[in-house]
């Protein structure tokens, strides 16, 4: 969809439809006003009717308004005159598209840009209302569902809706546009993540990835992509990376994308996605209840991939780093035992007490891996322990961090783009749950604390710079009957970004 800024509406503008707010206390925003006026009152005749009181998240859709050019006036609900807060307005921005998007109107110009946010400018508004607008029309062109022989999109009745006009003034049109302009690809870059996660895990396997981010790289000058197979790993002894991959007949990879928006002598920003394309729990098998629902141990990489969609489009004057740690876990004769003893690439030894926590030995690797890229920090993103699912729920994402700046970047990066984060801590008391009789470390410190004792496996390997962990277990994706990749936290990952 096609989002842009307009500055009136005058009666004669032709739309398929104007979106107009109408507070709690019955009164319309100013644009509903004047259109009230051209109408000849039939708003507010319509709402003293009762269907719609102005509650946040409510709407309704009034067809072929007499004495204006508009096709329909979607009236939506913004609640108190006073005060509206940023989940409000994304409740609110959420219903508007879910109307739009039931009817067959093809283009609309949204006014809902005049309801004050708290604390919120217009160029938060037009982000959310471009990020919202375009992702509420995600459709998963599923490869495995053209069997009648018709389009996957036509079974989901994709909406007719190709074009959005954000009414704004003059002074602020130029901060909207830019808003305007990243929340788009902000969607962009949630759509690729959602696609990826979203393939079958037969599909998206380490090689598919690192295919994908050599065309991305062909396609732009400023991505320089490079890929690891297991042979240069082995050289480089990344031998907790390759002991997750060993059971798998799908080969490991390490895909990395360096963006370079800026001159050479500045330290990149390094992400770091967990790639494991699909997580059976190895030797340490998983029980076969939703083990389908392990094809998005991925998610982390599409995440990353992402934010490299994004930025390709946004183009920032600054150098990313992004990295992707690409591996399957399989039980297999050959696969690593409850037992193993592994040195990694940081030459710290690890006991591998558990096969399914392999999140983080293909993690570490790549933490030492990165260091020759002298980030400037360095941000972890993985849907690491089902612990962090009981500790925040489908809410927000876990963050852990030894550095107190990069950590309230993130945290402010979630708070602006309402994708949740919360910090835990990773106090030296959690350290000795990762003991082990046998070498430096063991990949589990058990039941207490899992996301953390994870985080602090994660902190091993990543001493020489600043760094955050975000475990999105939770968050990724949907289950049951909307079970589908969220595209989170690129949201989170795009503000961070473009807010240095
Ligand atoms: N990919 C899983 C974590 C996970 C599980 C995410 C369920 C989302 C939903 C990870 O590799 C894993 O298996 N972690 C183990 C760690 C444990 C063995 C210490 C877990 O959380 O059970
Ligand atoms: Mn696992
Ligand atoms: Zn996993």
């Known amino acids: 969809m096609d989002i842009t800024t307009t500055l009136k509406i005058p009666a004669s503008l032709k739309s398929g439809c104007v979106v107009v707010g109408l507070y709690s206390s019955g009164k319309l925003a100013s644009s509903g006003l004047a259109l009230d006026k051209d109408c000849s009152g039939a708003l507010s005749a319509i709402i003293k009717q009762g269907d719609i009181t102005g509650k946040v998240g409510q709407a309704l859709m009034l067809h072929s308004p007499t004495g204006v050019a508009v096709d329909r006036i979607l009236l939506v609900g913004v609640g108190d005159p006073d005060s509206c807060s940023e989940s409000q307005y994304r409740k609110i921005i959420h219903a508007t598209m879910s109307e739009l998007r039931k009817s067959a109107a093809r283009n609309a110009v949204n006014t809902l840009t005049e309801i004050n946010v708290d604390d919120r400018d217009q160029a938060w508004k037009c982000h959310q209302i471009s990020l919202i607008g375009i992702d509420s029309g995600y459709v998963f062109d599923a490869p495995g569902k053209n069997s009648k022989g018709k389009n996957a999109a036509d079974d989901k009745n994709e909406s007719k809706l190709k074009?959005?006009?954000?009414?704004?003034?003059?002074?602020?049109?130029?901060?909207?546009?830019?808003?305007?302009?990243?929340?788009?690809?902000?969607?962009?870059?949630?759509?690729?993540?959602?696609?990826?996660?979203?393939?079958?895990?037969?599909?998206?396997?380490?090689?598919?990835?690192?295919?994908?981010?050599?065309?991305?790289?062909?396609?732009?000058?400023?991505?320089?992509?490079?890929?690891?197979?297991?042979?240069?790993?082995?050289?480089?002894?990344?031998?907790?990376?390759?002991?997750?991959?060993?059971?798998?007949?799908?080969?490991?990879?390490?895909?990395?994308?360096?963006?370079?928006?800026?001159?050479?002598?500045?330290?990149?920003?390094?992400?770091?996605?967990?790639?494991?394309?699909?997580?059976?729990?190895?030797?340490?098998?998983?029980?076969?209840?939703?083990m389908d629902e392990m094809k998005f141990d991925m998610c982390g990489a599409a995440s990353v991939f992402g934010v490299v969609e994004s930025i390709l489009e946004l183009q920032p004057k600054q150098n990313i780093t992004c990295v992707v740690a690409a591996a399957e876990n399989m039980p297999d004769g050959d696969a690593s035992r409850p037992g193993d003893v592994v040195s990694t690439m940081s030459s710290q030894t690890v006991e591998i007490l558990n096969t399914d926590a392999e999140g983080r030995l293909v993690l570490c690797d790549a933490l030492t891996y990165i260091e020759r890229f002298k980030p400037a920090a360095v941000v972890d993103i993985a849907t690491l322990t089902g612990a962090c699912i009981v500790a925040l729920g489908h809410v927000g994402s876990a963050m852990m961090s030894n550095d107190d700046e990069l950590a309230e970047d993130l945290l402010q990066a979630s708070r602006i783009s309402g994708d949740k984060t919360w910090q835990l801590p990773l106090w030296e008391e959690y350290h000795s749950q990762l003991d082990s009789n046998f070498a430096d470390l063991a990949n589990i410190g058990g039941m207490p604390a899992g996301s953390i004792t994870a985080g602090v496996f994660l902190s091993k390997f990543a001493e020489k710079y600043p760094w955050a962990h975000l475990d999105i277990a939770g968050v990724a994706w949907n289950s049951g009957k909307a079970k589908g990749a969220t595209g989170r936290p690129v949201p989170l990952l795009m503000n961070y970004i473009l807010g240095r």
Not at 174 to 180: F, H, I, L, P
């Open 163 to 290: 074009k959005m006009q954000l009414l704004v003034t003059k002074s602020e049109q130029k901060e909207a546009t830019r808003g305007s302009r990243a929340g788009s690809a902000v969607a962009n870059g949630c759509a690729m993540a959602r696609d990826l996660g979203n393939l079958p895990p037969n599909i998206c396997t380490p090689d598919y990835l690192a295919t994908l981010a050599k065309k991305m790289g062909r396609r732009a000058e400023k991505l320089k992509v490079s890929v690891l197979g297991e042979k240069q790993m082995e050289k480089l002894g990344m031998n907790a990376l390759l002991s997750v991959s060993r059971g798998s007949r799908q080969q490991a990879r390490l895909i990395v994308m360096e963006y370079k928006g800026a001159a050479a002598t500045q330290k990149p920003v390094v992400l770091l996605g967990k790639g494991i394309t699909f997580d059976t729990g190895g030797i340490s098998i998983k029980p076969s209840a939703s």
